[in-house]
Nanobody, 124 residues
Framework: QVQLVESGGGLVQAGASLRLSCAGS????????MGWFRQAPGKEREFVAD????????VYADSVKGRFTISRDNAKNTVFLQMNSLKPEDTAVYYC?????????????????WGKGTLVTVSS
């Protein structure tokens, strides 16, 4: 049974940093694209970033480009999201996702594996 478990969320002030982690289990995620989505209160879920098995290329939403960095540790089946210069509009539940292949999540969100999410709250 495949599981994705997020951690690292919390309450921070604007301008601060957080690092989210997502640990996968139940299989080896070789050849899988892994990434992050978020859903703010009252809004639809939106793509944040993704990364290929090899670590490249990475794809980012325009709203986080230059502030967020996605990376992965394949030996540990773990993907990370380093979030810097956080803004109140980054407040959301952040979800980890995984899918076989190299297609970006930005182009297609037909994704079979999801975590339960971790809450990030950024105060002004």
């Amino acid at each position: 049974q495949v599981q994705l478990v997020e951690s690292g969320g919390g309450l921070v002030q604007a301008g601060a940093s957080l690092r989210l982690s997502c640990a996968g289990s139940g299989r080896t995620f070789s050849s899988y694209t892994m990434g992050w989505f978020r859903q703010a209160p009252g809004k639809e879920r939106e793509f944040v970033a993704d990364i290929r098995w090899s670590g490249s290329p990475t794809v980012y939403a325009d709203s986080v480009k230059g502030r967020f960095t996605i990376s992965r540790d394949n030996a540990k089946n773990t993907v990370f999201l380093q979030m810097n210069s956080l803004k109140p509009e980054d407040t959301a539940v952040y979800y980890c996702a995984a899918r076989s292949g190299s297609m970006s999540f930005r182009n297609s969100n037909d994704i079979p594996y999801w975590g339960k999410g971790t809450l990030v709250t950024v105060s002004s």
